[in-house]
């Protein structure tokens, strides 16, 4: 069924979406894409999901497109998606979207790896871009976000090599916020975002979500400009006053639900 193309669990106001099909390390169809992005909508929609872990069933992240997709697509016998919503979509996401990579994290899975706004991965997760090795081009905006993370000589690199590198290098390059143990990963990524969910504002996330991810083309004093304007708004915001009043209390902060 194509409810079960992604799983969902929702606990401590952390929702985890798990792209289940392991025996083809999750690769892309357009079914598993509908769904993974129906599930986003829903989440934004939903006042009980504070952060979104997205990670693999079994031994991979997602392997790029599945290439029974790509033949079709190839041959004529599908065409393109053209739904509205882009492979970018989680960047749109008002709530933190962590991805946990697993495991295998190729082409379009490292798409999606990518425009998560935080990364955690297995240290021997296995990396690749792979599209120049499959005669394709630097896609869904890759170009534009790999330079942006790791300097243009790195992302050149990884891009025209298409080499395979692991969870490890991938932290140290600044792709991943961390490597870790791959029987640790799902518990770190989901400790880090119990804690978000527990002690950061909704809405000051969301807030900062759209400042880094709309900020990278501005100016220094453009987004200066921009950060304050912020920043008095929010003085105004029930969630200031909680935030101030929690500190000074000494105890775990109570800030409403996004849009509350």
């Not at 979104?52 to 069933?57: E, F, H, R």
């Not at 790029?64 to 509205?84: C, H, N, Q, V, Y």
């Not at 798409?111 to 081009?137: I, M, N, P, S, Y």
């Amino acid at each position: 069924m194509t409810d079960d193309l992604v799983l969902s669990d929702l606990v401590d106001g952390v929702l985890t979406l798990t792209l289940n099909r392991p025996d083809r390390l999750n690769a892309w169809t357009q079914e598993l894409g509908r769904r993974y992005f129906d599930l986003l909508e829903e989440a934004e929609r939903d006042p009980a999901v504070r952060v979104i872990v997205v990670t693999g069933a079994g031994k991979g992240f997602c392997a790029g497109a599945d290439f029974e997709m790509l033949t079709a697509l190839r041959t004529g016998e599908i065409t393109m998606d053209t739904e509205k919503r882009p492979h970018t979509f989680a960047t749109t996401i008002s709530k933190p979207v962590i991805a946990a990579v697993n495991g295998a994290c190729a082409g379009l899975g490292m798409v999606h790896a990518l425009v998560c706004d935080l990364v955690l991965t297995a240290a021997d997760a296995k990396w690749t871009t792979a599209f120049a090795r499959r005669g394709l081009v630097a896609e869904y905006g890759m170009a534009w976000v790999l330079p942006k993370l790791i300097g243009q000589s790195r992302a050149l690199d990884l891009l025209l090599s298409g080499r395979t590198f692991t969870g490890t290098e991938a932290a140290e390059m600044g792709l991943a916020l961390r490597a870790v143990p791959g029987e640790e990963l799902l518990s770190e990524a989901l400790g880090y975002a119990r804690e978000l969910a527990a002690l950061s504002s909704p809405t000051s996330m969301a807030v900062i979500k759209r400042q880094v991810w709309g900020d990278w083309d501005k100016s220094l004093d453009d987004s200066r400009e921009k950060a304050e304007r912020l920043m008095v708004e929010s003085f105004g915001r029930a969630d200031f006053a909680e935030g101030v009043a929690s500190f000074l209390e000494r105890r775990p902060p109570a800030f409403r639900p996004l849009g509350g």
